[in-house]
């Protein structure tokens, strides 16, 4: 057996990746029995198929790589896509403008008078999306999957945003101001009128086939961005009663009479964990189950694994699908939106948002996830450009030269996207104590793949037991390594 380490640092406040062959030996010849200080793999021992990574291609992210030089551009999105790269499969998609939109924008700018969508357009998509897409499904080498999901239908179909009851500022309420409390907005939430079901289920569908015409590989589509969330942005609000409603008697019917039902997957919640459980508890039923693909849900909310494992062993035909996280600040600073906050280094709040991405994709993976996509793939050095004041993070970060920088965040999710591939295996393991995280896979090829997060400010060190067969391993405080062990030509490969 081969097995090589990857491991990334970080040295003077930049990413550092430090590639080594470790040596292997046979348990049967350890000098004495082994006991303590062990880590079992299990790769006989399988779970979920993992089908991919990826990020959102926003706007905001578009108008960026838009902005770069034609070599630029193709350098950084071959950071993401293609040989050498992250090598991420899935992009997420928002339908019309989202947060991460330059302005609100629509495809059918009044739906009340042109309730046949006659109107309907992709032009604002053109600038900077389509292209964009189209550019990164090019650069890769792997087959891509686009996810779309709304954040808003029409501001014209919906009641106007309600006062606020619960705690705001999760979603950006202290920069809430002059919120018209009378007319429907794309906005602050409100919710879309139970006599436009039919319509903003037609809506979905023709933006779907729009897509699909453009040659853009759409197999994925949420219901609604953050179903319970009144954003101070593009948002709006539904029931799961409602979003059932819609489901069964209006969007399903839909995408089976244009006959997209087999061609695209409907996922619902697409928000945080704390609460997927008793989402799908309150939408799946016997007449709902078939037209339901997946669960999407976010990060916000904290870890919350265990509510991705109970929902994932409750509905085992459906897949657990990761739909969004980002960091809650502006690049290098402190504080939500970069207000306020202990003072720390660039470096150190870059360092917290890695070990915070790599603590979540492996507690999530472990949980049964088969899926993973980060929000924006590129942002400004202030979080944006984008229509609502306020900004947060990214892997990627545009400067003001047309030149971009990747962070250290970017590396760490690398150690997931990089070594597991599309159609691997989650596979057993077992640990000795709780000084580290990890997760392992199997990939199509039979590689192991381990990743393993020291987060710690010491070094650890462990013996690594798979098949009669023993590595010792050494994880350097405040890193991530991935371990990829494969058998030689000659060696049995179960």
């Known amino acids: 057996m081969i097995c090589q380490q990857i491991t990334t640092f970080s040295a003077n406040g930049l990413p550092y990746e430090h590639k080594k062959i470790l040596p292997v030996t046979l348990e049967a010849d350890e000098a004495r029995h082994l006991e303590s200080g062990v880590i079992n793999v299990y790769p006989g021992i399988s779970y979920q198929t993992i089908d991919g990574f990826g990020g959102a291609m926003t706007e905001t992210s578009a108008y960026l790589f838009s902005k770069m030089s034609a070599q630029t551009r193709q350098e950084a999105m071959g950071k993401f896509f293609g040989p050498g790269s992250n090598g991420l499969t899935l992009i997420r998609v928002p339908i019309d403008s989202c947060d991460y939109s330059l302005e609100e924008y629509q495809?059918?700018?009044?739906?009340?008078?042109?309730?046949?969508?006659?109107?309907?357009?992709?032009?604002?998509?053109?600038?900077?999306?389509?292209?964009?897409?189209?550019?990164?499904?090019?650069?890769?080498?792997?087959p891509i999957s686009v996810l779309m999901s709304p954040w808003s239908p029409p501001k014209q179909w919906k009641t106007p945003p309600a006062r606020p009851k619960n705690d705001a500022q999760t979603y950006g309420g202290q920069f809430r101001q002059h919120i018209d409390y009378e007319n429907p907005s794309r906005n602050n939430g409100g919710s879309l009128k139970p006599e436009y079901y039919s319509s903003w289920a037609k809506y979905l569908v023709k933006y779907v086939q729009a897509y699909l015409d453009e040659g853009i590989p759409v197999t994925m589509l949420t219901l609604q961005n953050e179903s319970i969330a009144a954003t101070n942005w593009d948002s709006c609000v539904w029931t799961a009663q409602q979003q059932k409603t819609f489901l069964r008697d209006h969007l399903y019917p839909a995408m089976v009479e244009a006959g997209l039902a087999e061609k695209v997957g409907l996922y619902i919640w697409d928000?945080?964990?704390?609460?997927?459980?008793?989402?799908?508890?309150?939408?799946?039923?016997?007449?709902?189950?078939?037209?339901?693909?997946?669960?999407?849900?976010?990060?916000?909310?904290?870890?919350?694994?265990?509510?991705?494992?109970?929902?994932?062993?409750?509905?085992?035909?459906?897949k657990m699908l990761f739909s969004e996280c980002c960091p809650l600040h502006q690049p290098?600073?402190?504080?939500?939106?970069?207000?306020?906050?202990?003072?720390?280094?660039?470096?150190?709040?870059?360092?917290?948002?890695?070990?915070?991405y790599a603590h979540d994709i492996i507690g999530n993976l472990n949980a049964g996830m088969e899926s993973w996509i980060d929000w924006n793939l590129c942002l400004d050095q202030n979080g944006g450009p984008r229509h609502v004041p306020g900004g947060f993070s990214a892997g990627m970060i545009a400067n003001e030269d047309g030149s971009y920088r990747t962070d250290l965040m970017y590396y760490f999710i690398g150690h997931f996207s990089r070594y597991i591939e599309p159609g691997a295996k989650r596979i057993g393991f077992s640990r000795c104590d709780d000084k580290v995280e990890m997760t392992a896979a199997k990939n199509p090829d039979g590689t192991v793949v381990l990743v393993v997060l020291n987060k710690s400010n010491s070094d650890a060190g462990y013996a690594v037991r798979m098949c009669g067969q023993v590595i010792r391993i050494q994880l350097p405080a405040r890193t991530i390594s991935t371990f990829l062990m494969k058998h030689s030509e000659h060696e049995n490969k179960e």
């Open 271 to 318: 928000h945080n964990k704390e609460r997927v459980l008793e989402w799908c508890q309150e939408l799946i039923d016997e007449q709902t189950e078939n037209m339901v693909t997946g669960i999407a849900f976010h990060w916000y909310s904290g870890d919350h694994f265990e509510a991705v494992q109970m929902t994932s062993e409750q509905y085992p035909k459906l």
């Open 107 to 142: 495809a059918v700018e009044d739906p009340i008078s042109d309730p046949e969508l006659k109107s309907f357009s992709l032009k604002r998509d053109e600038m900077y999306v389509l292209p964009m897409l189209k550019e990164a499904i090019a650069l890769s080498d792997r």
């Open 332 to 356: 290098g600073k402190v504080g939500f939106m970069g207000m306020g906050g202990d003072r720390k280094t660039p470096e150190t709040v870059e360092y917290e948002d890695a070990v915070s």
